[in-house]
């Protein structure tokens, strides 16, 4: 045992020497499938090989329980009564907006499932290789942020897993001033979180299915549980079914159509990169199981929140939309133990949402841009290193809600991301990418100096009216006129105008460069399986 701990300790002072220098934390060169000489790139960035294409249609619906069953989604109809708006908009709202955002995500997941390259690589086919790096660095900040944030909400449910355990948990003494913005207990709590969650966010995303099987069971049956746990006890659901609407007109109608484009916006962050993981299909077609797989979700998650919080109103005197909180309330011996499991399961989704969501996005991205230096598990550790302490997401959660709302306005730069990511592969490109040319400076999209213009205009047609409502989540005294209006479209007018300009541009001027005939494709090196799989007759999709 001994010999066996002077060797590992032996080891990590061999990996440590030479770490004080940036030389010594370049990566070992590495043999990739199409990166040219001069250009330094890493297998994580590289084509998915064979053995690690193993995600099937369950896989699928695993990811998407994982990433969408959270105590945020739980709470979204919450923000809805909270505006003056019933249930039933609520309802309506995630429907539209999750079946909107599904079809989204589906199409754009497809590159992914077909090249088999990552978010970071394939966006280079529309916006060139160096403008690439703008939709990177976007998706890569607003991972970091909800990174904090679902670490933070994590660590409130080990509080109430613990507290379960031990009630005196609550009574820590708190130590430090009101300024931290955390009280010890707290701080402890958030730590605990940290370390427990580490782990799973240096392993690779392959290999997480079976991570995404378990938490889907227990969120589930926690999920449900809950609504029934507290139904029951109510004697019923409670009266939120017989709720008017607060506000009435136009109104009540812009009410809705704000809803909706935040229902529709809130999933952009993961639509943008949806390729991350759609690269590990077994099946390529099964991507668009998506599209069933995620309003239904979204949809089921929502109800269960509702009707928890109108039940909980006939027991606690006031609606309860927090399953935490709830969870929080059940302090005899018996219903210790379901609080337990709550706090157990929530902490296993807030975990399941940072991988899927975030942490494995975030490091994608910053592997791209530094794969000399960075691999996927260095840039995991890094981005739960800033993401966790760095940012101080106690105060992001607790005192900066102008900075929750600037977080929520980024979707205006991911919006139009998406829509050009769409366009090109389905329209423009008409799915014929040159997957070597990816991994190429000096190739076929390089465009102008590494920049698309035709991108770079959609995005320009697309963000420039947005702004207003940007300045105004940052600070709401800001009076914008009737660019508000603009701003409950945000979502959708981002995408429709982004997708519509760079069509019309790259039709009217085309990058003739860029462009794939059917026959080339054939025999570009490594994309023979791609170009067969183009053309390959329809098949039943995966069981």
Not at 383 to 394: A, D, E, N, S
């Amino acid at each position: 045992m001994m010999d066996y701990v002077r060797q590992r300790l032996s080891s990590v002072r061999e990996k440590a020497e030479g770490k004080h220098r940036i030389s010594g934390w370049v990566l070992p060169k590495q043999q990739t499938s199409f990166a040219p000489d001069g250009t330094w790139t890493n297998v994580d960035l590289d084509v998915t090989p064979p053995e690690r294409r193993i995600w099937t249609a369950s896989s699928i619906l695993g990811y998407w329980v994982s990433d969408i069953l959270s105590a945020q989604s739980w709470q979204i109809g919450a923000s809805v009564l909270a505006i003056g708006l019933t249930w039933r908009e609520a309802i309506w709202c995630v429907i539209v907006g999750s079946v909107v955002m599904s079809f989204a995500i589906a199409f754009n997941g497809v590159p992914g499932a077909y090249l088999r390259v990552p978010f970071a690589v394939w966006i280079r086919s529309a916006f060139g290789f160096h403008f690439a790096k703008f939709p990177v660095v976007c998706r890569m900040i607003t991972a970091l942020f909800w990174h904090a944030i679902q670490t933070y909400t994590g660590s409130t449910a080990l509080t109430v897993m613990l507290a379960a355990i031990w009630p005196s948990y609550l009574s820590i003494p708190n130590s430090l001033p009101p300024s931290a913005g955390i009280t010890s207990q707290g701080l402890l709590s958030h730590f605990l979180f940290w370390i427990i969650q580490l782990p799973f966010l240096t392993i690779h995303p392959h290999k997480l299915k079976l991570f995404f099987v378990f938490k889907a069971f227990i969120t589930i049956t926690a999920a449900v549980g809950t609504t029934i746990a507290v139904c029951v006890t109510a004697g019923g659901s409670g009266d939120i079914w017989n709720q008017q609407p607060a506000v009435t007109g136009w109104s009540r109608s812009w009410l809705i159509v704000s809803t909706l484009t935040a229902q529709t916006g809130s999933w952009s962050t993961v639509g943008t990169n949806i390729s991350d993981f759609t690269r590990y299909v077994k099946t390529p077609r099964n991507t668009f199981y998506q599209t069933v797989f995620f309003p239904f979700i979204c949809f089921f998650i929502a109800v269960l929140g509702i009707i928890s919080a109108s039940a909980s109103k006939v027991l606690y005197g006031d609606y309860i939309w927090d399953p935490l909180t709830l969870a929080s309330k059940w302090t005899s011996p018996g219903a210790r133990a379901g609080a337990f499991y709550c706090g157990l399961a929530w902490m296993v989704a807030q975990i399941g949402v940072n991988v899927s969501a975030n942490v494995i996005s975030a490091s994608n991205d910053l592997a791209s841009l530094f794969p000399k230096y960075i691999n996927i598990r260095r840039a995991a550790i890094f981005c739960t290193i800033v993401g966790g302490w760095v940012m101080v997401p106690w105060k992001i959660v607790t005192s900066a809600e102008s900075l929750l709302n600037f977080m929520s306005s980024l979707g205006i730069f991911l919006a139009p991301i998406i829509a050009v990511s769409i366009a090109d592969y389905w329209v423009v490109k008409q799915r014929r990418v040159q997957v070597s040319a990816l991994y190429t400076p000096h190739g076929r999209y390089r465009y102008v100096a590494g920049c698309n213009w035709r991108a770079a205009v959609a995005m320009l047609v697309s963000i420039g009216p947005t702004m207003p409502s940007l300045a105004k989540n940052v600070n709401a005294l800001i009076d914008i006129g009737g660019a508000a209006y603009i701003a409950d479209l945000v979502w959708y007018y981002g995408f429709l105008s982004a997708f519509f300009v760079y069509i019309g541009l790259s039709k009217f001027w085309p990058a003739e460069e860029s462009l794939v005939s059917r026959d080339d494709l054939e025999i570009i090196d490594g994309m023979e399986t791609d170009a067969a799989a183009i053309k390959e007759p329809p098949q039943k999709l995966d069981p």
